[in-house]
């Protein structure tokens, strides 16, 4: 079993930055893929950026890619996204996510491939 928790969301201004953290328990941390996903009202989850266990391979999803960053830091069993240049499409309640795997690979992957789920923080971005 894994326990996750998000934090780090809030409102902000078009431009503006947020860095959102996701503190897990449980099993071993470095042995799971993390992601994170999004979803806004009357949309689908969808994936946002995944690492590999080791936070060496990222990847992102197009709408996020150069303006997001993916880290994490196996130290502290602790999961990171840095937004920056917020757009208010960005506005959704952000999840983190974890995915037993025995390769140090990233890639994306749908939401129902996940195994454990954060409870969610709302990032609301105003134009």
């Known amino acids: 079993q894994v326990q996750l928790v998000e934090s780090g969301g809030g409102l902000v201004q078009a431009g503006d930055s947020l860095r959102l953290s996701c503190a897990a328990s449980?099993?071993?941390?470095?042995?799971?893929?993390m992601a994170w996903f999004r979803q806004a009202p009357g949309n689908e989850r969808e994936f946002v950026a995944a690492?590999?266990?080791?936070?060496?391979?990222?990847t992102y999803a197009n709408p996020v890619k150069g303006r997001f960053t993916i880290s994490r830091d196996n130290a502290k069993n602790t999961l990171y996204l840095q937004m920056n240049n917020l757009k208010p499409e960005d506005t959704a309640v952000y999840y983190c996510?974890?995915?037993?795997?025995?390769?140090?690979?990233?890639?994306?992957?749908?939401?129902?491939?996940?195994?454990?789920w954060g409870q969610g923080t709302q990032v609301t971005v105003s134009s």
């Open positions: 996510a974890s995915k037993s795997s025995p390769l140090d690979i990233s890639a994306y992957f749908p939401a129902n491939s996940m195994n454990y």
């Open positions: 449980g099993r071993t941390f470095s042995s799971f893929l």
């Open positions: 690492i590999s266990r080791s936070g060496g391979s990222t």
